[in-house]
């Protein structure tokens, strides 16, 4: 037998029984056959062939020619043969009923009755093998818990109006939906944010069409996951507790005079209560409801992002003194339930009959019969009633209302937002005699019953119309409000898609001195007023919206098909609100691009709103497009941009693990090197580091008696020295710089220019940047970081966390060879982690072996500093390429001094350059500014975590 069949034979019998001989008190017999022996008269070939078979019984002829022993056993021992076949016997039954891991129960089981269906019913296995197979069925299902599944019902049943929207319901507890919730979900890619599923890109190629739609004509957005806050009270004690939230110093607050009256909207950021310029909370918009005759109270709405509602919620809490919680009153439905339960408890064993009314499915009746309603949710109703939503204060009067949910806030950002808006909106028509003098049970008649509110909705009408005529939505004031009353917007929605566009007809039938004096001073304040204000018109309005059935039926009995609906519903009016949006206000470019408008309407009319717009040939953009609007702009965008208030940093927490789990899922060869490269922080950054280092560097140099006389060299020197050990001093939180007088003043130092051509603009004459303004700067903001706009001089797309760092004086004499010639490059860096990884992976008696070896030489320290935050953590932290925390000094890492980090970057298409928006620290930058020459002061490099190359690009401070 050859090598192969001896493996092969020894891999199938390697679960069979060694031996199966029996071995008698005399002389072994040969498979226990009958107890005969060898004895010396046989001759030797019979000798040699007995031998032969008692080693190893081979298959066919032998070799040798040796024959098999004809002569029967002359007599046979009947105990030793019964015990030989009971050994064989056993032997057998043990091999059968063995299982091995492959074949389970079925490898007893002969290859011709192995059934696939033996699997799922045991029944059809023999007698003999059900009990073993159902112990191992239910040991499999006992390993893995899995709950039995139910029959799934029909499609059919399943796509049922009142089934769905129970669905839809169950699927809204956890993750709030808009109510274009599902428009978007059929074109957009839906993320799960901030407690809602919203739209972050469409599933389409949109980045160059949406950056046209807002350039020249529309772009649509659903903003209905912003909060909204209300505070009611007195005018004086509301404006003194929102004082302690702001500061005059960073610009206009709650009492700015156009706010006030309630002509504008204003925006502010708020701080904790008297601890500006530190603790910040985060940007809010307000608006104020204009007064009202006879009344002291006040109605003040802000809007905040999701992310910290929480934060601002409790502040305005705080200040405001409002802890006694208000509960709503219940419905009349509740309070006889309560009363019914009160005076008569059921019995427990009673159960209440349902009897099936005519008409309906016994199987619709009694399947949830105490279930929800099949209704659809409007606003935040999946919040628990338990949860509360009012709160007032006993000692200064004022309430807060949490308003989520209750509005919808669309955004129209482009110049033709107007045009749409006087497109797809009409003003409220007045009703007839007879619907005036007969009582309704709608707002709108008794409305019209008032004279003096009838002339109010005029001249808002002729305000609106006004609106036809200008030719861009940039000419109007920025936080221009117009309070409106329209029909419902689905009576004129056309037969086909259409681009909405000013009509030159309707522009010319405008007044032009009404077109000018609404451009310069905006609407007049009694304009400004909006049914949208009162709770119960809202509600009123929501509760008795026209169904899309009972309208298009409506629209049915029209005797001429396919036009307008005459006369209108009653039900048909609805309060809205037009808050004019200002475009880019800082810098001396683009002024008032991506100016818009934002619509307030009442919860309920969403896609009522939605599908009008959508046909006037807007085009939707989602949570990505707002992220392009702001780079575009040049304004941070929330959270992205406000690293010092709470929620901005728990952004920066989830995008490092975020970033980090994608770097961790590309496989080993192909990721990045970022040690390597330079790069101390490719997924965060440590802003927090970065102003305590440069603090340490600007009081070090207070101290020096000659700065001036220092040459660049000797700075660059002494700002590179390694780890310098920081003076002990009270651990103070770094602060963004919000200070408009002294963003003007950096902004001069860093000489303002336009991305294009990076042309010069004058400014008003500022101090200038001497040794006492730059002490005085550096005391006043030294932990501070500061909000920067940078252009790429050449070629070349800034990344996210690019470092920002100072150049030398040999790299400013590159941008005399031209305005493209390339930066310098950083040398590569050794990676002094990668050594450590295989003792990291290394047994524990390995690693306690080398605890105990003598302390390193001076050569090996910087080996061993660098192996201490490795050996300190577990090695399933620790990821190639990448440095652990705690990490070295962030300043002085690189070749080139470090002085911040970009949050937002990619390619301006409106520049038509690569830009970045990032902050970098406010003593780096003006020790910086200070050694360069004036004809090239802000001038910085700016390398992207992925490359070695330095790129020139311009500093500008936009205010």
Known sequence: MSAAKVKMRQKKLKNQPASVQFVSSGSPQHNGGGGEGSSDNDPPSARKKSSHLQSLWVRGHQKDGGLYPDKMPSFITASSFARARAAEVKAMLKAVTKTTSSCHIFGALPRHMRRRAMSHNTKRLPCRLREMANRLREKSLHGSVKKKQTKRTSRKARRRHGNMLLEFNRRQRKNVWLETHIWHAKRFHMVKKWGYCLGDRPTLKCYRPSYRAMSTHCLLQDLSYYCCLELQGEEDKLLNCLSQLTSKEAGPTFAQKLCLSGQRQGSVVLYKAGQFPSQALGPVTFLWRPRTSGSADRQLWTWVHPALKQDILAEFQSVCQCEAVVLPPLPLVMQADMVSAAGSQPEPD????????????????HRDANGPPAKKILGDGTRSPDIPVTWKSSST????????????????????????????LEAATDCDDMSKSQPSCFWWPDHCKEESKMKLHQQQSDVFHILKGIYSSAELPPGTVLGLTVDDPRLNIPKKRVKALPCVEEAQEVDNEK???????????????????????RNHVTENKISEQELNRMKSEVLVPGSRLRPTPLQGRVPILLVHQSGKQGGHEMNSWGAGWDLLVPKGWGMAFWIPLVYRGVRIGGLKMSVTHSQNKGVPHFPHDYPDCPAGARF????????????????????????KNGCLAPFCCPWQQLAEEWDVIGSGEERKEDVQAKSDAAMQSEITSPHRVPASKPATHFTVLRNSKSLRLLSSWCRPTSSKGQRLHHVREMPPLDLTARMTFQTTHGMSLVWIRLSLLAKGKPDLHAVVCAPTADDLKLLKKGPGASGPQEPSHRDPLKSTIKPSKKSAKKKASDKTRDTPSTSDQTISMFEEPLSSSSACDFVLGVWSNPLPSVVSHCSRVTLGWVTQADFSLSAGCGEALGFVSVTGLVHTLVGQPLEQR???????????QYRFAKINIEV
Not at 350 to 365: F, H, Y
């Open 397 to 424: 009067g004022i309430v807060i209302n949490d308003l989520t949910m209750e509005i919808v806030r669309y955004r129209l950002i482009g110049p033709q937002s107007h045009s749409v808006l006087a497109d797809a």
């Open 350 to 365: 009673k159960t209440r009959e349902i009897k099936p009314t005519p008409g309906r499915k016994r199987k619709q009746s």
């Open 515 to 537: 077109r000018k004096e609404l451009s310069l001073l905006g609407v007049p304040e009694h304009c400004c007023q909006s049914f949208l204000w009162e709770q119960s018109v």
């Open 938 to 948: 802000g001038m910085v490099l700016l390398r992207n975590p992925t490359s070695l």
């Open 652 to 675: 920066q927490e989830e995008q490092e693990s975020e970033l980090l789990e994608k770097f961790k899922r590309r496989p080993p060869a192909k990721r990045t090197n970022y040690i």
